[in-house]
Nanobody, 127 residues
Framework: QVQPVESGGGSVQAGGSLRLSCTIH????????VAWFRQTPGKEREGVAG????????LYADSVKGRFTISQDNTENTVYLEMNGLKPEDTAVYYC????????????????????WGPGTQVTVSS
């Protein structure tokens, strides 16, 4: 079973940058697809970016295209989310999620496609 753990959240001013890290612990099989989600109080969890560990193909929400980049370091079992040009509306708790082992493709960043979730890390962007 995979167990994602996020780190790197914090507070920045609008226009600033942060890099989130997601380390996948205790996995015996290759992680299939890893994605970042975010959620604010009273709203549904929103898919932000995702990446297949097999094909390296990525998906991004329209709201973050051109500003956020997802990447993966297989030797460190770590997935990164580089966030540039941050806006106050990016403020949220960010979660890392992984599909079951062997699943390398998802058709959308729907939370139902993922079965392993990290505890989340807070990102706050002030204006």
């Amino acid at each position: 079973q995979v167990q994602p753990v996020e780190s790197g959240g914090g507070s920045v001013q609008a226009g600033g940058s942060l890099r989130l890290s997601c380390t996948i612990h205790r996995y015996r099989f290759r992680v299939g697809y890893v994605a970042w989600f975010r959620q604010t109080p009273g709203k549904e969890r929103e898919g932000v970016a995702g990446r297949s560990s097999l094909t390296s193909r990525t998906l991004y929400a329209d709201s973050v295209k051109g500003r956020f980049t997802i990447s993966q370091d297989n030797t460190e079992n770590t997935v990164y989310l580089e966030m540039n040009g941050l806006k106050p509306e990016d403020t949220a708790v960010y979660y890392c999620a992984a599909t079951p082992p062997g699943r390398y493709y998802v058709d959308s960043l729907n939370p139902a496609n993922f079965n392993s979730w990290g505890p989340g890390t807070q990102v706050t962007v002030s204006s």
